[in-house]
């Protein structure tokens, strides 16, 4: 089949990417996918959504339109990630492994995250204005208004989130469909950042030219952002319970978002909120000062069992050829 790949070409190819992701972080942006994905997007919506202010004229046609550029993106994007597995699959297996391994890195970008969360809580040592400056970095909300706590809940929100965008589910979907899924997910999450908004953002529109992208996420999220909140329980050596985080994600508009908000916010016993949005776990206190190294360690834990489980496959693919 046109998607498969060896099991042992599998496991090691997603070792290969943890480690770049950790040993080197992200690649320059010339030669990065997501960065040219990004591009793409941005030309395209210049064409497909209105000026903020300036209503669509017809809205189901701004819609049709949203969604073709999507999916004329998304061709190319998994045309030349096929092409690229196929091409490395005529190598012997440890070619292979190497080659899909660093073009599977771009899809994650774990080590950034932690260090961009990381930065936000050292910056709040300095003072609330640098951190507000920092924070402005991870995040698209406004951020010039928040207080101490608000900076705090905001990072510890964008890390939960983004385990899942980052790490689990476009590993989750390499391991489905081979390159071509993780670049599709990639695709569809950097489209609905971008495009995914209920209103105006970056001067548009995207009342109806960002609906397709931003239901398009939430279809290739579903399973991944439950999975990360199940990830994040285990590292914590902790399970507050499916009750507890359904109800929890339901507090959010989006239906997948608060599942990894939602059990970080239990699993820390914190208050998790965006004013006017969401707030989860509400109830409980503030979060502090050190549940942020805490909440990078489960973080840390749960982008781990990922190599625990490549490293295992991978271990009982060799065995199987030993035999």
């Known amino acids: 089949m046109w998607l498969e790949l060896d099991t042992t070409v599998l496991a090691a190819a997603t070792l290969v990417a943890l480690a770049l992701d950790r040993g080197l972080g992200e690649p320059p ?6 960065v ?10 210049r064409r497909i959504a209105p000026p903020a202010g300036q209503a669509a004229r017809r809205p189901a046609l701004t819609v049709a339109a949203g969604a073709l550029a999507w999916l004329a993106g998304a061709a190319v994007v998994v045309a030349l990630a096929w092409w690229g597995q196929r091409w490395a699959q005529q190598a012997p297996a440890w070619v292979q492994a190497i080659v899909l391994g660093v073009a599977l890195k771009p899809m ?19 003072g609330l204005e640098a951190a507000r400056d920092r924070l402005s970095r991870l995040v698209s909300r406004e951020t010039r208004a928040l207080d101490a706590a608000q900076v705090r809940q905001a990072a510890l929100s964008t890390l939960a989130e983004n385990v899942n965008d980052s790490v689990v589910a476009p590993l989750l979907w390499w391991w489905v469909a081979g390159l071509p899924g993780a670049a ?88 998790l909120d965006k004013p006017g949005v969401y707030a989860l776990n509400p109830a409980a206190r503030a979060p502090a000062a050190e549940d942020v190294p805490q909440a990078l360690r489960w973080a840390e834990r749960a982008v781990a069992w990922w190599g625990v489980a490549a490293a295992a496959l991978l271990a009982l693919a060799l065995m199987r050829e030993v035999r």
Do not use: F, I, K
Not at 36 to 45: D, I, P, Q, S, T
Not at 197 to 208: L, V
């Open 29 to 34: 942006a010339r030669v990065h996918p997501v």
């Open 184 to 271: 599709l997910y990639r695709w569809a999450n950097t489209a609905d950042a971008m495009w995914g908004y209920r209103g105006a953002h970056g001067g548009r529109d995207w009342t109806y030219a960002g609906r397709w992208a931003a239901r398009a996420d939430d279809v290739l999220s579903w399973w991944p952002a439950r999975l990360s909140a199940v990830l994040l329980a285990l590292s914590a050596r902790r399970w507050p319970g499916w009750s507890a985080l359904r109800r929890e994600a339901a507090r959010t508009p989006s239906p997948n978002g608060g599942w990894p908000m939602g059990a970080l916010a239990l699993l820390l016993g914190v208050r």
């Open 36 to 45: 040219w994905m990004g591009r793409l997007l941005e030309a395209l919506g």
């Open 108 to 126: 994650l970008a774990w080590r950034m995250l932690r260090d961009e969360v990381a930065a936000v809580e050292a910056a709040l040592a300095r």
